[in-house]
Every structure is written in C-alpha cells, then in structure tokens.
C-alpha cells in the first residue's frame, strides 16, 4: 500500500474509467478499451489501489462541483443539498449495497470538507469489493451532476479526459 494518501496516476486513470464504463454515452469501442484499462491496473497494482483512485476522484469532483457553485445565487449547499441529492440517488444502481452507503457518506462529508479523501478513508483498511462498488456509482452521480449543472452532456468527461492526456504528455 502507498503511504499518506497517494494514489497512483494509473489507479486514479483506471478509477475514471471505470465511471466511462457506466457511462451509456461511452461508444462501445471506447468502453470496451476503458474495461481493458481497468483491468490492466487491477492487475498491475491491485484492485486497493484502484479503489483508492476512485475515492480520490470522488474527493476531486466533489471539491469541483463546490468550486464550479461559488457565487451562483442558486449554488448546492455541500452538506444539505449535494450529498443528499448523491446519495438518495444511490438507490437506483441495483447493485449498490445499501450497507456500503454510510462509508461512501463519510467519504462525501471529507470531500466536501476540504479533506483529504484518500487519507480520511484509508483509516478504515482496505475497500471492500461492495463498497468500491459504491464508490464507482457515487463517482458517476457526481460526474452526472457536473454535466447536468453545466448543462453539457459529457463535459467532465471531456475535461476529465484531457487531464489524463496532458499527465501524459508530462511523463
């Protein structure tokens, strides 16, 4: 395991993947390369480590989506209106184990107050499957969220995407 929160870029790549994957936008050719990612970094360096990079982008977005409302009239109080709107929305994933809805909560809370995400989960051990289930779902509602606030489908992914690829070019 990585010490102090850091999370490897390629966890943290494969973690957006995972939400291109859920994503029904995602051309089939581009999902099948973004499960084809996803699995080469569960293989390389675990599927911890990936889960780790969900829960910092988790942290990422929701620091996003708060900065993205500063001095809008209408703006999403982080504690009463974002995390709610999140996690009532939950529900709907099938396959979101409601037991695993209190951690993926708490990871929410730390995002939006200012924490370390990463850190702030990492003191629990390690991610169950179920709950990285959650994460992943939690991760798609945020990015849903951003779109639907910017009225423009696929814009975090867009931006999201152009991240990865400049992070590449620096390497």
């Not at 969900?54 to 109080?77: C, K, N, P, W």
């Not at 929410?108 to 989960?121: C, E, I, N, P, S």
Request: negative net charge.
């Amino acid at each position: 395991m990585t010490n102090e929160s850091v999370v490897l870029n390629e966890a943290i790549r494969a973690a957006w993947d995972s939400y291109r994957v859920l994503e029904k936008r995602t051309s089939p050719e581009e999902r099948r390369q973004s499960q084809q990612r996803v699995q080469a970094a569960v293989d390389a360096y675990g599927r911890e480590e990936v889960s780790r990079g969900t829960v910092f982008l988790v942290g990422v977005l929701t620091g996003f989506l708060i900065a993205e409302q500063d001095g809008r009239e209408d703006r999403l109080d982080p504690l009463g209106d974002l995390i709610p709107a999140v996690i009532r929305r939950l529900p709907t994933f099938e396959l979101a184990d409601p037991a695993q809805v209190p951690m993926a909560t708490g990871v929410l809370m730390a995002a939006a107050m200012g924490m370390d995400t990463v850190a702030w989960r990492d003191r629990f051990g390690q991610v169950p499957p179920e709950e990285a289930l959650v994460h992943s779902f939690v991760l798609w509602l945020l990015a849903d969220l951003f779109d639907s606030l910017t009225e423009r489908p696929g814009a975090i992914d867009q931006l999201m995407r152009e991240t990865f690829d400049s992070m590449a070019e620096h390497h």
